[in-house]
């Protein structure tokens, strides 16, 4: 169909615009749709009917009647289409269904290893993930899958690249995979730019520009730009745990490298710290435990670690000049002291401009921001031009 301009078919950017400004919410008739698009009427009632084919929107109150029948009005439905959110962890698996809206259908969480291998892994994400769907398949239709992978992830391919913590996990095809198993696209990304995701998201979508960092066992950092993740040429943005710092001179780190932060700043460093002064730690719930219950010298030990990648942090904000920078992982939310010395450093060497309205947080998000991430990443695509497109060509 060819509208009044006669530049543009069913399927053109034009018509595309329609769907866009229908996702606000708010609800418009075909008339008022002509008239912000400029496209014929008979061109927006064959594009909202295929959209209501395909269940993207949902007729809603007719509009006030100025004389005459009633308009009827139409707004974005959320409710009919779902994505499966996928956090791999270091040690546990968090499935999710949302719908469209970002609301949660069904998940469930398990402690499972990524060391144990991607064929235990992913068989469990497509048994469970199938699970979760068999109760609603009449109701609503999985669209796609979002991953995400504690590892270095080639965001082209979504495949592993050299992860450390994952053995047998490199260059595996995870969408492949999944794709295969769950029969719907699958996305991947790295866990830090899927919590950055779900941190911007679902607790600040308002700012454009913000700095998610994760403090575990490693230091990353997920790029917010322009409201978009920032991913760099080879999808390495944000691998600030291999940054060099004086207080790791000599010092050895996992990468091979030495004088990385991760060194001095992460889990593994912290505990070998506290173990040299005396207190029995080995692992992050270790660390956690300890400045829970109070521990001096487990308390200083992470509020310095706080201090030196706010030393790091106080360059990026020069750099990125981000709105929000939000700490998160299990050492951060253990309680405010990595927060306090972070903020230490970056509110007194910051210039004054950049940190002026700068807000240094921890994460909202806790431990359901991988999973609201990945799943974000996947309603993305799904709403993407070219899906709604792909979607409503196979519907015709």
């Known amino acids: 169909m060819i509208d009044a301009r006669g530049q543009e078919a069913l399927t053109g950017a034009a018509q595309a615009e329609i769907f866009q400004i229908l996702r606000d919410g708010k609800p418009r008739t075909r008339s008022e749709l002509a008239t912000l698009t400029g496209l014929a009427r008979s061109t927006v009632a064959a594009r909202v009917d295929a959209l209501l084919r395909v269940k993207l929107i949902a007729p809603v109150a007719d509009a006030a009647s100025t004389g005459g ?58 048994e469970n993930g199938n699970r979760l769907m068999e ?17 270095p992830v080639e965001h082209s391919t979504g495949r592993p690249v050299d992860p450390p913590i994952m053995p047998g996990w490199a260059r595996f095809d995870v969408p492949g995979v999944l794709t295969e198993g769950l029969g719907v696209p699958t ?76 060194a001095v700043a992460a889990g593994p460093a912290i505990a070998a710290n506290l173990r040299a002064r005396g207190v029995d730690v080995h692992t992050t719930a270790d660390i956690i435990a300890a400045v829970r219950s109070g521990d001096v010298d487990a308390i ?32 951060a939310n253990a309680g405010d002291h990595l927060l306090a010395g972070a903020r230490e450093v970056i509110y007194t060497r910051a210039t004054p401009l950049a940190a002026g309205n700068l807000q240094i947080v921890r994460s909202r998000g806790s431990q359901d921001a991988a999973v609201s991430g990945a799943s974000a990443m996947a309603i993305q695509q799904v709403l993407s031009v070219e899906s709604v497109e792909a979607l409503i060509r196979v519907d015709a």
């Open 69 to 126: 029948r009633p308009s009827r009005q139409f707004a974005f439905d959320g409710t009919q289409h779902v994505v499966l959110g996928v956090d791999i962890g270091a040690t546990h698996v968090h499935l999710a269904i949302k719908d469209l809206n970002g609301t949660t259908v069904a998940e469930v969480y398990d402690d499972l290893a990524v060391a144990e291998g991607p064929d235990i892994i992913l068989s469990w994400v497509i």
């Open 300 to 331: 200083r030990e992470v509020r310095e670690a706080g201090r030196i990648i706010g030393r790091v942090l106080t360059t990026c904000v020069s750099l990125i000049n981000p709105a929000v920078i939000a700490l998160g992982g299990p050492i």
């Open 135 to 151: 109760p609603y398949r009449d109701q609503k239709t999985l669209q796609a899958i979002g991953v995400g992978l504690p590892g």
């Open 187 to 262: 996305y991947v990304d790295n866990d830090v730019n899927v919590m950055a995701l779900g941190e911007h998201h679902d607790h600040w979508s308002d700012v454009a520009d913000l700095l998610f960092i994760k403090v575990a066992t490693g230091v990353g950092a997920g790029v917010i730009i322009g409201g978009s993740v920032h991913r760099g040429a080879q999808g390495l943005a944000g691998d600030i745990g291999h940054i060099w710092v004086p207080e790791a001179e000599g010092m050895q780190c996992r990468c091979g490298s030495q004088g990385c932060l991760e």
